[in-house]
């Protein structure tokens, strides 16, 4: 046995150091076969590339390029000096995630492009072809001709082959906090999709997305384009032309360029995932993959966990981030209150917002983040945390003063790691200071110097008004999660996010990596606390998307007092955060998703599924136990008369004995789901 999995050891070493071999062929084709990618010169001698599936054209004729402000456009005249191809066939193991090992296999085609005359710059492209789509950069080598650069816009596009169906947010600058549209890609428009103008909101081209954008075809085909790697470079918005070619609009710096930097680089990866199935979209792990491994050598203070806070009952109004007000949350016996609680449901951290002097007047933007208000003994606090086992998480609110933050951060996150706080949320809430956008090359490496802060450091973050996800946690394990996604606060404060919500958002932000959606809301309606809002879902619902939306830091958002005497509880106590696999049952975008996940450390299984406005009954399979054993699955069920929004409340628990091949039969309410909890024998 020993000796078989060495031979395999070795064999996947050699497969995946191979030597590129020098080709003339520019079509590349994924490790099964499926996904062909065909790079090729116009008449003009301009790159451009198309792609298949199944033998399906998906991408026709797309051109690839850069516009550049202090040099001629690299965009024609270009010949092939060089080209090979590489197979890769690896798998790694992530510090936590939906799965406990990747595989990472693709083939590769580099095609080195140097123009025939004048300047004779050069750069690459290097295509990585997967079973479930590709991701595509540009390189550009130190050269003469080339050293400074300032890119007016990327020409990379994306030629559909029709008008097809998008689930798409408005491509904001600073904000991905929107409902989706779900429309054709011509009637993409961001005012028809909640778009105003505001401090901390700006669309260039009312006609252009956010990514991922996932799309389904006449054909029934998913595609999904987003990007990996994102690096020193800007955010990739899609603007959508009339003939359905989607171009790449980088977010501008303030300077009116778009990318300032110099050669040698590369671009992050372009990336478009293809399947025949929604769920095939769930499954991919591309983006990850097309991110170099992991930096940082000590990974052991990195652990997925569960967290409450002093937050929900700020938003509702229970307590307020501001001492003057008389009703301040953050003070030292509310949190004890919440690390109790805490300690009580294996839930691992505590969240305390509003700790710090400067919320009493947010316009002035200079929050101190070493200070404490008069009623937050932060070591007294940190000291009962770890007599229970509960860590406290830090908060960092910037009000988007990103100079000022800049300038405080190191000693910020010494001030913490001096106390034993090892995880911090950051938050970007406003225009910036100075006037970038949040999407930004300038904040995009802001995110990044952060990021690197944190780990030197040991603290974990969980960014809200980020940069979107591009896989960088493989890199930064410490980046663990992020917003960057209209998530439970909207229920508070915000109108409300409809049923359907959480149903589109694995399919669309959720691909990007994970989200702070904050979930675990019992008391859906807080009369107590306001009137006019409420959470859009049942309670067994709100369990679901434990293992539905995937976070390894994963927020218990309701207030202590409302899991009082609620037998449910139980589930949000028993679910995991760490995974050794996941596996998606069915799912189809903005209706229904079913996933279930088999914990790491415990082996056993947790399973979600939730459903729009519309009730539905399931059959599930549950193939994926392990065979021969027995668990007692603990179902936590929409009650027959549960509704959204005139029943929300009503669920039923109930225990039963299963084993692989069982198929239980369970009913969602409208504006429902189902949680059930498989314990291992
Ligand atoms: C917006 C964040 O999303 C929210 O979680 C936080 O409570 C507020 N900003 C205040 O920092
Ligand atoms: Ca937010």
Redesign the pocket.
């Known amino acids: 046995m020993l000796r078989f999995a060495a031979f395999i050891a070795l064999l996947m070493l050699c497969l995946s150091c191979r030597q590129p071999e020098e080709t003339n062929d520019w079509t590349v084709t994924a490790p099964g076969g499926a996904v062909k990618v065909d790079f090729f010169l116009t008449e003009a001698r301009m790159p451009a590339y198309r792609v298949w599936f199944d033998e399906m054209l998906v991408l026709d004729t797309s051109f690839l390029g850069f516009e550049l402000l202090d040099s001629p456009d690299m965009k024609a005249g270009f010949e092939v000096k060089n080209s090979s191809k590489n197979t890769f066939r690896d798998s790694w193991r992530p510090v936590y995630g939906e799965n406990a090992i990747i595989e990472n296999y693709y083939d590769e085609l580099s095609v080195q492009l140097g123009e025939a005359a004048g300047l004779k710059r050069q750069m690459t492209i290097v295509f990585r072809v997967y079973d479930d789509g590709l991701g595509f950069r540009y390189e550009l080598p130190e050269q003469e001709n080339l050293q400074k650069v300032r890119i007016a816009e990327e020409l990379t596009q994306f030629h559909l082959t029709g008008d097809h169906t998008a689930w798409w947010i408005p491509a904001d600058y600073d904000s991905y906090e929107y409902l989706y549209t779900q429309s054709r890609l011509s009637e993409v428009d961001a005012t028809k999709a909640g778009y105003k103008e505001r401090h901390d909101r700006h669309v260039g081209n009312l006609k252009a997305v956010n990514t991922p954008l996932t799309m389904k075809t006449e054909q029934g085909l998913y595609l999904s384009i987003h990007e990996a790697n994102l690096t020193n470079y800007a955010g990739m918005t899609l603007g959508v032309d009339s003939n359905s070619v989607l171009r790449a609009e980088l977010v501008p710096a303030l300077d009116g360029s778009k990318v300032t930097t110099q050669t040698p680089f590369v671009t992050p990866w372009r990336t478009i995932q293809i399947g025949k199935h929604a769920t095939d979209l769930l499954k991919s792990n591309l983006i990850i993959n097309l991110n170099e491994p992991n930096q940082l050598e000590d990974v052991s203070r990195i652990k997925p966990m569960k967290y409450n806070g002093v937050?929900w009952e700020?938003?509702i109004g229970k307590s307020s981030?501001d001492y003057d007000t008389g009703i301040h949350g953050a003070n030292t016996a509310n949190v004890l209150r919440y690390m109790d609680f805490a300690a009580n449901n294996n839930i691992g951290g505590t969240l305390v917002?509003g700790w710090n002097i400067g919320w009493d007047n947010w316009g002035n933007k200079t929050f101190s983040l070493t200070d404490t208000y008069p009623d937050f003994d932060i070591e007294r606090i940190v000291e009962y945390g770890r007599e229970k086992g509960v860590e406290l998480i830090g908060?960092h609110?910037t009000?988007g003063n990103v100079a000022y933050y800049d300038s405080i951060v190191e000693d910020a996150f010494k001030y913490y790691y001096q106390r034993g706080v090892h995880y911090v949320?950051t938050?970007y809430?406003a225009g910036l200071n100075p006037g970038e956008f949040h999407h930004s090359q300038y904040m995009v490496n802001h995110y990044r110097r952060v990021v690197q802060l944190a780990a030197k450091y040991h603290i974990c973050l969980d960014a809200?008004?980020p940069i979107k996800p591009t896989g960088i946690r493989r890199t930064y394990p410490n980046m663990m999660t992020r917003?960057g996604v209209r998530?439970m606060?909207y229920n508070a404060w915000g109108g409300g996010n409809p049923p359907s919500h959480t149903t589109i958002l694995p399919f669309t932000r959720g691909l990007a990596g994970p989200m702070d959606y904050?979930p675990g809301i019992f008391d859906v309606k807080f009369e107590k606390y306001r009137k006019d809002q409420y959470v859009r879902s049942t309670i067994a619902k709100q369990l679901a998307l434990y293992v539905v939306l995937y976070s390894p830091l994963q927020m218990v958002a309701d207030l202590p007092e409302n899991y009082k005497d609620q037998p449910a509880t139980q589930f949000i106590k028993d679910v995991g955060v760490d995974w050794e696999k996941t596996v998606i049952l069915n799912g189809e975008i903005g209706s229904h998703v079913t996933i279930a996940r088999k914990e790491k450390s415990t082996g056993n299984w947790f399973l979600g599924a939730i459903t729009n406005e519309a009730a539905r009954k399931m059959e599930l399979h549950l193939d994926f136990l392990a065979k021969g054993k027995q668990y007692e699955a603990t179902i936590y069920a929409d009650a027959p008369d549960a509704h959204w929004d005139k029943n929300p409340t009503a669920y039923t628990i109930s225990k039963q004995m299963v084993q692989k091949g069982t198929v239980l039969k369970v009913d969602l309410a409208p504006g429902g789901g189902c949680a059930i909890s498989f314990r291992a024998e």
Do not use: C, P, S
């Open positions: 937050w700020i938003h981030w917002e908060h609110e009000f949320k938050g809430a809200h008004e917003e998530g606060e904050t």
